[in-house]
């Protein structure tokens, strides 16, 4: 079992930057993809960006988001730059051993953070 604990959420201006945390706990780390996706009031979950050894990026992130992982302290971040009002979601770590771009092939995830984006 893996337990995931998501941080560095808050208020934003547009245009402005923001990094999300996300440490993992219970498994070993380096063998996880691991994953962000987000939820916006009233729309399905999206995929954000996943990592393993190489990155994917969802087109509407590629350019002002980047995800890196650090396995020595089981953690993996969001660094989120020229952020827009439609950025502004729930962000949720996910994490499997074989996880994509979608939200069902991730069995593990954390509680989310909020990321508001003021225009």
């Known amino acids: 079992q893996v337990q995931l604990v998501e941080s560095g959420g808050g208020l934003v201006q547009a245009g402005g930057s923001l990094r999300l945390s996300c440490v993992a706990s219970?498994?070993?780390?380096?063998?996880?993809?691991m994953g962000w996706f987000r939820q916006a009031p009233g729309k399905e979950r999206e995929f954000v960006a996943r990592v393993l050894w190489n990155t994917v990026y969802a087109e509407s992130v590629k350019g002002r988001f980047t995800i890196t992982r650090d396995n020595a302290k089981n953690t993996v971040f969001l660094q989120m730059n020229s952020l827009k009002a439609e950025d502004t979601a729930v962000y949720y770590c996910?994490?499997?051993?074989?996880?994509?771009?979608?939200?069902?092939?991730?069995?593990?995830w954390g509680q989310g953070t909020q990321v508001t984006v003021a225009s």
């Open positions: 219970g498994g070993t780390f380096s063998s996880y993809i």
């Open positions: 996910a994490a499997d051993l074989g996880g994509g771009q979608y939200a069902t092939e991730y069995r593990y």
